[in-house]
């Protein structure tokens, strides 16, 4: 798979909000998921450090369950919430 087709935007997935502009995270339920490039970029950052997540511009369970994985893994808080300086730190490495 080429750089080019990973960094598309998949079906479902818009081409905004930029990676720092906003926190993701699980919304309380049963608000909708949150989506979008931003949520595409975490993920694609996650999977090229080794995470096993589908990079669908979803952010569910899985997703901040992969956070909270990588927050552990560089020493911080495992909220699995990402926010605006961990989002943009992620996609600038990517």
Known sequence: M?????S???PGAFDGPHPGTRQIS???LPAP???GLDV?????ALSERGAAIRADGVFGRASADRVADH?????????GVVDPELALAL???I
């Open 71 to 79: 927050q552990r893994a560089i020493g911080v808080p495992a909220t």
């Open 40 to 44: 595409r970029l975490v993920q694609l």
């Open 26 to 28: 699980l919304p309380a």
């Open 8 to 10: 598309g935007t998949p």
């Open 91 to 93: 996609s600038l490495e």
């Open 33 to 35: 998921l949150q989506r």
């Open 2 to 6: 080429s750089l080019t087709t990973l």
